[in-house]
Structure formats: C-alpha cells, structure tokens
C-alpha cells in the first residue's frame, strides 16, 4: 500500500513537473513570436523610412518632378499635403538653380513606438551641385521622422530637422 502510494506520489510529482515545462514553453513560444512579430515591424519601419528620406534628399534637375512624386509615394497625412501643395514652386526652384543631390542615411534607429506610428531618428548625407556654384558638397543632416502605417505599409506622416 505504501509502495503504491509513493508511486502514486512521484507518477503525480512527474505530471506536474511536466505541466509546469509545457507551460513554460509555450509562454516562451508566445514570447518569441511576440519579439520576432515586433523585429519584423521595426524592419519595415526602418526600411519605409530609410526609402522616404533617401527619395527626400536625392533630386535632380532633370527628373524634378519624379522626385517630387517619389517623396509623395513615401508620404501620407499632413506631412504629404503639405508636400504636395509646395510641390510645383519646389520643382521650379530646382530646375532654375540646377540642383542635383544624392543622399544616403548613414543609421537610423527607432526612438519611440505608439499604436500604429513610430518616431524614427535618422542620420543621413548628402552630396549637392547646384548653379550657386556647389560642386558636390556634402551635407550631413539629422532628422526625426514620424512613420505612420498607411494601407499596410510605413510612410512619412512628419519630418523635422534637428541640430
């Protein structure tokens, strides 16, 4: 009786251990997929706003208002309308000063997340020519750009230049 008893004791303490494991692991399994759910998201953010800035610092004379439009695929709220109402003098003004620049983001990391918004600090260069005389200079710019979700992508709602 007591053997039987003991074997009761340890066949129930070897359940136990093994539902205790079971649930352990699936807490793990939740929390991975959580974590590769949000990796996945912050690689779209990054990426979304890497495209925007690199099309917002990247203009030619000759493709001006390609450019514009490209930076308005890239854009959405308040930032694209405002954009889009400046566009005409902003490629005007391109075209008369003979501007042609390149830019590149050098780093960008996400600073803050909220809902379906995500603020992004970039760090970017450029190289401009122009008819004022600048023959590839470079240029270094900070940015804080808000990427919102937008029809199941990341676009531009915001982009302020920082010191």
Known sequence: MIKAVKTAAISLALVAVALIFA???????????????????????LGAANSGVNAMLSVRESS??????????????????????????FVSVVQAAKVVTQ??????????????????????S??????????????SWRLRVTMTEHEGTYKMSKVDFVA
């Not at 352990?24 to 912050?42: K, M, W």
């Not at 390609?66 to 930076?71: F, G, H, L, P, Y």
């Open 23 to 45: 649930v352990l692991a699936v807490f793990q399994f939740t929390g991975h997929r959580a974590a590769e759910a949000a990796r996945t998201e912050d690689a779209m953010i």
């Open 126 to 139: 450029s190289t401009v020519s122009n008819a004022a005389g600048a023959a590839n200079e470079s240029r």
């Open 103 to 124: 830019g590149q983001v050098v780093a960008a990391g996400i600073e803050s997340r909220d809902g379906d918004s995500a603020t992004v600090i970039v760090a970017a």
């Open 64 to 89: 001006a208002a390609e450019d514009v439009r490209a930076v308005l695929d890239h854009s959405t709220g308040a930032f694209a309308k405002d954009f889009e109402a400046r566009s005409s003098s």
